[in-house]
Every structure is written in C-alpha cells, then in structure tokens.
C-alpha cells in the first residue's frame, strides 16, 4: 500500500470528468507535449537478444527514454552500446555521469556500475551489496524510477536467470506505474521474469517483438474511468463481478473505496485490451485466472523496511519507553496487511534494540502477530528472505545486526523470526487478537470507506490493551474516533487508547464464506431491515444477559463471536496459547470440559451442565458451565450460549452438617475409587510425560541435526547464487562474442576477395616478420604455396635475382615505427617496395605491408587511360 495512494485516486477521479469537460482551450498549458516517461529495461542471460527484438519494434515518435539495466561481467569492456545502436533508429548512449533524460534516447548501464534516477537525472552509483550480486541492479533502478517519476515510470523484465527486478516492479506499481515482463515461453532464461510475475504486481506479459510494436499503444491508452463510472450508478453489475471475486476467494471487497476498485478494474482492462467493462465481467465468469489477477491487484502485498524512517524514529521513542515500564512482561504486537513481512521486521528490530540487542529478543518478552490476506505474501514474510537491493532501506547500523547477506540475498535473522507469527487473517472479517500493547495498520485505511474504516478501527479499539498504541501510515487518522484515541505528544501518527474510553457493545460478525453480513458495522451502521428489527435486538440482547449474566457465544468449533459481561478471570494468556479468541483461552480444568459440553448440548438440542470444579476467586470457590444450543437462521450455523455460573460453599458448615453411616460408607468407597482412579490416571499421565520428554529428546536431536543440514544447504545455495552470478557473465560475454565472430568472419571473407582480385603484389607481416596473408600476384612472385597456420618468415621465400633480402629492412620498420620505400631496377622491370606499419586502436604495431609496384607498367596504364580520356573527350 502506498503513502501516495490518495494522489493516484485523486487523479483517477479528475479521469471521471466527461470528455468535454477533459478538453482544454486552445493555448492552454494541457496542450503542452505529454510528460517524458522513463523505462527501465532489466535483462541478464539471454537478455541480449530480447532487448534486441524489443529496440527493433520500438518507434521513435514515444515520448519516453529508455535505460537498459543488462547484467555483465565488471571487468569485461562491454560492446552492447555499439551492437544495440546497429538494431534501432533511437540514439544509443553509453552513460558517462550524470545525464538529462532524452526523449526517444536509450542509454546502455556501463560495467560494474549501478544506475538510478535522481533529482529528474540518471547517474551512476558504485554497486551495492554482495560482490556477486548482479551488476547493475535492476531493483535498484527501478525503485529509483518509481521515487523519482511515479505514474510515468515503466518496468521492463527481460529474460535472465535469477530474481533481480522483481523487487523493483512492486515498488513502480505501488507509484502508479507499469510493469510488463517478458513471456516466459520466449525467454531463453525464465528465471527474472517468472520471478517478477510471481510478485503479482505486472500488468502484461508479451514477447519483446509485442512489447516493442505495442509500446506506443500502452502508454497513450486512455486511463479514464467513464465506463467505470456508469458502471457504479448501476451496483447490479459492480456486485456481480465483487460477488464472482468473493466467491472465488472468500474476501469482501464492498467497503473499499469506488476509486480504488475503479483503478485495479480499469488496469486489468487495459492489460487485457477490453474496451467495455461488461466484456471484462463476462471474461471474468469463465477466467479463473482472471479473478486471481483482479484480487492480487486488489490486495498491492507492498511494503519496505523502515518505510518512513521519521515515523519509524517516533515509534523508536515510544517502543523504548513501553520496554522500561512493561518489559517484565510479555509484550504483544499486531501487524495487520503485514505484506511480505518487512514492516513487521522492522518492528522486531525496534523492540530487540529496546531490549538490549538481538540476543535479548525472546518470545516470552515479544510476541509479533502479523496478519494478511494475501497467501502469497505471507509465504514470503516466512521465509525471511529478500533481495539485497532492500538494504538500501535499512539504517547501516542495523543491517548487520539482524541480517546475513548471502549472494544477492537479504536473510531476517532466527532471533527477528522466532518472535515473528505470520497468518491469515482478515482485519474486518476475522475476529480480532487481544490484550495487544501495539496495533500496526499502516497504508491501509486509505483504501476503505469510512464505514469499514470505523468498523476496523472499533475492532483495534477492542484488541488493544488500556493505553495499548495505535501507529497509522502518513495519510491516515482516526477520523470520527478521535474520542477513542489521543495522539502521543511529538508523534504525528501515533496514538494511545484514552484512558476513559469505553465502548459498550463490541459486535462482531460471525465467520463465514459471505464476510460481514452484507456490511453490518459493529460502530452503529446497520443494513435496510424490516420495522422492529431494532426492539428484537435489544429483547433478545436483554433476554441473553438475564439468562447468562457472564459467559460467552460459541460456534460449534470453540470460536467465542461474542462475549457477555467479564469473562477475564477464567481466561489464561500465555506465550503457547491460541493466537485467536477461542475456547481455548479458558484456564484449566474448564476447557478440557467445555468443547465435550457444547457436543452434547448441540447432539441433544437441549440444556446441559457441567459438574461444580473448584475455582478460587474472591467471593466465589466452585464454578460451571450451563451451555445452551443456539440455531443461527441466517447462516444455519450451530451456535452455543454458554452461562457462566458461581457459587461459594462453606467447607467447615458443609463437614459440619455430617452423613448418616450409609451415606458415609457410600461416599467413602467413592471417593476410594476415584483417588485409585486418580492415581491410576496420574501414573499413566508420568509415563505419558517421560515417554514425551524422550520424544523431545529426540526431536531436539532432530532439529540439531537439520539445522546443519540448513547451514550446509545455505552455503551451497550461496555458492550457486555466485556461480550462476558467474555464468549470467560469461553467456553475456559470450553472445558478445559470437556477434564478434560473425562480423571477423564477415571482414576476413571481405579481406580475401580483396587480395585475390588486387593487381598488386602485398604481403601482410606480423611482428615477428610472420608472412599472414598475400595476394594472388605475391604468391606467384614469390613462389608460396599455402601458408601455414603459424606463418612464414619472410627468410623463407623464394626472392627473385636483383632483390635485396626484405628481412632486414622489415626489421627496421618495426623498430623506428616509421614506413620505408626502396627503388629497385632490374632488366626487366622498375619496382617501387614500399615497408607500411599498421597499429591497433591502442597505437601498438600489430604488423606491416610489404608492397611491391612495377612502376614501368604503372606508368604505362597511367598513359594508357590518359590517352582514352583523351579519345573519348575528341
């Protein structure tokens, strides 16, 4: 979720306007070009050839600047500027500095840097990270792109093997941007971008000939929300595709905002290229992978570390003080839309610092519920691991205390994991935690309506402890429960649960495949219903109360939906209990009785009681339960009323009052039975308990031993990162390679129809006066036959009588570096030997031409055609 969402739904709504309205006057800024676009481009293996394929099709009338992130060896000089520039119309730069963005301009990432945007510019940046980490980064530019140019940066995945990227497109979706990735049927290396459609944050997946021919199309496609907008005067058909969405995935989407939906709607449209919102319905009903897309675009499972860092110093502060005055307790934290974990993380870290450092971080001190409804993302937040490119959020102080750096990966430490719970659950439909010291709902609230808002923040309101905290992202408040919750004085968002706040009646809905009851709110909003449903309601609440003046409603399954009067003294918190409100939250011996109670109650359709157990309270020692079944209409769901009941019994009056003789035998050869029972019972409970500290043993072993194999397993992963690293390289250097080749191929054919069809005698000689190549008319004058592969010495051929050894002044040659000619006169013929060096583009000799020119007949062809030009001007 991101800070700038309330931008993005501003401008979605000014798309709303009609056409006419959206027209400018003539003159008017709005006739003004369009704002330049920024693509980045990531690629690696293979990449080579996609991101030809994709500047071959791209057009130059694009109002965009393109910048290719391709991974390369650090100390090989690349040529990709030069074989890229051949493929396109577009100028091809290589980045030298710091540059202004031109639009229809590509610039080539140069060896062993980073690229990133900054202050509307592109420079280069030293690489960060691990030394095996890909250079230069993709996620690094593309995190850069989406800070600095927002809605107008793109995100391009090419083939490659690996992941880099696929951090960098969540980041250009959460600012509004595009991400498109290469189809992985056509990538030579499907490593980066199937890791980047994994994240379920792209909106099209083409071949880069697609990409390039469509580009122009997906940036000028109409981003207005008219049809959307007649759609939502019609609910019928909105509630159709929201129905077909919760159906599939069991999440309610009718309390978050119009804009919000409108904009996921209108990008899934435009990736699909549906121009009418009903064809996206019907493509919905019969596209199951569809409505997977739709409710991943719904859900953005974004989030950084440290997001904030001003924010995160203020909740330092407050986390600080909380330890010195709490911390001989088990504090307890909520994370809601935890993402991918790295907020929850950075929470982790706040209360491990407060403690005294990672060592000092226990469970039994800290206990971290994070919670979302994307499975995905939570698989992610488990694990603990992410690319190295989000180090870049973490305070330098911090990043080595609580993270290991393993190839281009970022690994949590066991210590931050361990205090860390991740699990599904869904903030206004899932019964809330407990007795909570800090709620984190951060980039949350901003995609509700304000009734969900105030549903939800009545819901933190119940699960937090007496002056537990609240911590809110940068656009958000507590709206109209500001008589619920104060600010903390210097912190912006941050608030306490007030002291004399109260609400009467916390109501929660019951769990179910249809969310909250059609948008019933427990803060007093309450559907269209028949006239006295108001008065039932409060004759049954009434009728409740009086028959169980404390207890609770349970389901079938032990979950408590609602709880009557105070139940607190026969719960028990503890760091091994249940994460939710359940009957499992009762103490001893009465949850053991309690699940049997409802069964029987539930089988029977009739009232049952338990036995009287002693229970020591203040004005109470004997306790029960009085379970009465409940049939819940609306969702034919079993539920039970559970009654709480006390009494005291005066031990000595009870002794006092006496049995006569039978009745005391009776009771005595009872009680007998049930002490030998007990002992019976408790002996086999020892055994059972030897016979588990023995499996522990075991298991500690277990554990032990996988643990190593862990290590072991990482290292080796750690190795391969760096060897796969390696051979990303070398495929790049050799696909460099090959093009060379195939151009030396071209130019040594190029160079042998010339000397076959020279009318002069030429010898190419190398340094170690090594004849290489001679044309047709040296070979016959100097009678060589075929040239071996290492060469011939010049001392090796055959030198017609009257010409002086070519050794010597060749020599020469080479040593002065300067060219030398000779006359030569024979009987037959007056030559002209001329010596020529040659250097390379480093200015070092490579080699020399000895040529060999008959002056005589020379002059004769001069007159020769001299006379023609003559004839043919008479």
Known sequence: ????????????????????????????????????????????AGGLEATTLLVQNLSDKVPATYVIAQHMSPTHKSLLTSLISRETRLPVVELRGTVTPEPGTIYVTPPNSDVIARDGQLCLAEPFGHPATPKPSADRLFQSLADQFGERSVGIVLSGTGSDGSYGVQAIREAGGITIAQDVDSAKYDGMPASAIATGCIDLTQTPERIGQQFERILVHPRNFDDLKITAQHPTKLADLLQILLARTGVDFRGYKETTINRRIARRMAALQLETYAEYVDHCRTAQEEVDALYKDLLISVTRFFRDPLQFDQLKIQIDELVAREGGRQLRVWV????????????????????????????????????????????????????????????????????????????????????????????????????????????????FEAPLQERVLYRIHYALAPQGMLFLGTSETVGALEAHFEPFHGSEKIYAKRRTSRVANYRFPELSSGGYRQGVAEAGERPPAREGTDSEDGMF?????????????????????????????????????????????????????????????LKGRCQRSSRWHSFELAETNRVRFRCYPMSAQASKADNCLIAI????????????????????????????????????????????????????????????????????????????EELQSA?????????????????????????????TDVPFVVLAVDPALMVRRASDLAREFFKIGEIPTIG????????????????????????????????????????????????????????????????????SMTKAVGQSVQDNET
């Open 1 to 44: 979720m991101d800070d700038d969402a309330d931008k993005l739904e501003q401008a979605a709504d000014t798309s709303e306007i009609s056409p006419e309205a959206r027209t400018p006057p003539e003159g008017s800024e709005e006739n003004a070009p369009p704002a330049l676009t920024v693509v980045g481009i990531a690629a690696s």
């Open 336 to 447: 809601t839309g935890c993402a991918t974990g790295e907020e929850a993380y950075s929470i982790a870290i706040l209360f491990a610092e407060a403690l005294g450092g990672p060592k000092a971080l226990k469970k039994r001190q800290v206990q971290i519920f994070a919670t979302d409804i994307d499975d995905r993302a939570l698989d992610v937040a488990r694990r603990g691991v992410y690319p190295v490119s989000a180090a870049q959020d973490i305070p330098s102080h911090l990043l080595a205390r609580y993270f290991d750096i393993s190839g281009n990966e970022l690994h949590v430490t066991r210590e931050l994991r361990d205090v860390t719970l991740f699990s599904r659950h869904n903030i206004f439909q899932d019964p809330p935690f407990i007795n909570l010291d800090l709620v984190s709902i951060r980039n949350l609230l901003i995609y």
């Open 541 to 601: 609440d009434a009728l409740v109360k009086s028959v169980a003046p404390t207890g609770f409603v349970a389901t079938r399954g032990g979950d408590i939906l609602r709880i009557i009067g105070d139940i607190s003294p026969f719960i028990e918190l503890n760091e091994s209990g249940p994460l939710a409100m359940n009957t499992r939250l009762l103490r001893r011996p009465l949850r053991d009785e309690v699940m049997s109670l409802i069964a029987i109650a």
């Open 645 to 720: 009941e006390t009494r005291h019994v005066d031990e000595a009056l009870h002794e006092r009052q006496g049995l006569d003789s039978d009745d005391r035998a009776y009771v005595e050869r009872m009680e007998a039975d049930m002490r030998s029972t007990q002992e019976a019972l408790q002996q086999t409970v020892e055994e059972l308990q030897t016979t588990n500290e023995e499996l522990q043993s075991v298991n500690e072993e277990m554990q032990s031993t996988n643990e190593e194999l862990q290590a072991t397993n990482e290292e080796l992963e750690t190795s391969n």
């Open 727 to 755: 051979n990303e390289e070398l495929i790049t250097v050799n696909e460099e390679l090959q093009i060379n080749s195939a151009e030396l191929q071209a130019a040594l054919a190029d160079l042998d129809a010339i000397l």
């Open 792 to 859: 011939l010495h010049l001392s090796q051929l055959t030198i017609p009588e009257g010409f002086p050894s070519l050794s010597s002044p060749a020599a020469e040659v080479f040593n002065l570096r300067q060219p030398k000619e000779f006359t030569i006169d024979t009987a037959v013929a007056n030559y002209r030997l001329a010596f020529s060096p040659y250097a390379d583009g480093k200015s070092d000799l490579t080699g020399l031409t000895i040529s060999l020119i008959d002056q005589r007949a020379s002059t």
